[in-house]
């Protein structure tokens, strides 16, 4: 397994807000080399796809259609240690919650809307990869 790639997404309230510049920015800034990347949607049932493991949880349907409520950018970062350094990069799932300086921080309006999405493990990492980009997509 991977050590050394996470995925992420900017969501949609980040990118109606007009933020995906700062955020790639932050990113790259970090030390993360993005290897794909997409501007796209989900449809209601790709969202879901993407989201079943949180099927059974009460916040899910909603989810499902923020997530499918507009654009969002998708990549695959590269880094030594990329899953855990960026979800400390990108802090708390709550903004509230989230340290001074992460991309949450700055960048979330909710615990829904929270600006970014990232890999919670090298498993997932590469599964989340796999559903936006082809082998053809990465570089
Ligand atoms: P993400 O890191 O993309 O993973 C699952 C998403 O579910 C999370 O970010 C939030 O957007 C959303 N989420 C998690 N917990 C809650 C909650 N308590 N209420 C609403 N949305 C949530």
Excluded: W
């Amino acid at each position: 397994m991977e050590t050394n790639k996470t995925f992420t997404m900017i969501k949609p309230d980040a990118v109606a807000a007009g933020h995906i510049g700062a955020i790639l920015d932050k990113i790259t800034k970090n030390g993360f080399k993005i290897i794909a990347l997409k501007y796209t949607s989900l449809s209601t049932d790709k969202a879901g796809q993407f989201y079943a493991v949180h099927s059974e949880r009460p916040f899910y349907k909603n989810l499902v259609a923020f997530m499918s409520s507009g654009p969002i950018v998708a990549a695959i970062l590269e880094k030594d240690n990329a899953v855990e350094d960026f979800r400390k990069l990108i802090g708390a799932t709550d903004p509230s919650k989230a340290d001074m300086g992460t991309i949450r921080n700055l960048f979330a309006k909710s615990i829904e809307a929270n600006a970014v999405h990232g890999s919670d493990s090298d498993e997932n990492a590469q599964i989340e990869g796999s559903f936006f980009f082809s082998a053809f997509e990465k570089f």
